[in-house]
């Protein structure tokens, strides 16, 4: 069974830097996309980040392209998201999910998704 573990939230000013972690635990092949979600409140979840597991490759939405970065390191099973030029709107909870989507426009897709942690809190004020 997959089990997904956020860290690392916080508050920050408007203009800073965040690192957000995901743990990773159970068994997943490089078929998975790891992603970054967030929602405010009032409004849909969102992707803004992924990364195919193992592979590398990355995929961002336009909100966040050339602010945020998405990483992994496959030894300890976890993955990152370096968040710089912060701006209030990036405020929400984050959520790192698990999947499997099969095709490049549904990479940032709430519902390809199945396996999701259970959030952390970013505020930037």
């Known amino acids: 069974h997959v089990q997904l573990v956020e860290s690392g939230g916080g508050s920050v000013q408007a203009g800073g830097s965040l690192r957000l972690t995901c743990t990773v635990s159970g068994y997943i092949d490089s078929n998975y996309w790891v992603a970054w979600f967030r929602q405010a409140p009032g409004k849909e979840r969102e992707g803004v980040a992924t990364i195919r597991n193992v592979v590398g490759v990355t995929r961002y939405s336009e909100s966040v392209r050339g602010r945020f970065t998405i990483s992994e390191d496959t030894r300890k099973n976890t993955v990152f998201l370096q968040m710089s030029s912060l701006k209030p709107e990036d405020a929400a909870v984050y959520y790192c999910?698990?999947?499997?989507?099969?095709?490049?426009?549904?990479?940032?897709?709430?519902?390809?998704?199945?396996?999701w942690g259970q959030g952390t809190q970013v505020t930037v004020s």
């Open positions: 999910a698990a999947g499997r989507p099969n095709r490049a426009p549904i990479l940032l897709s709430v519902g390809a998704y199945n396996f």
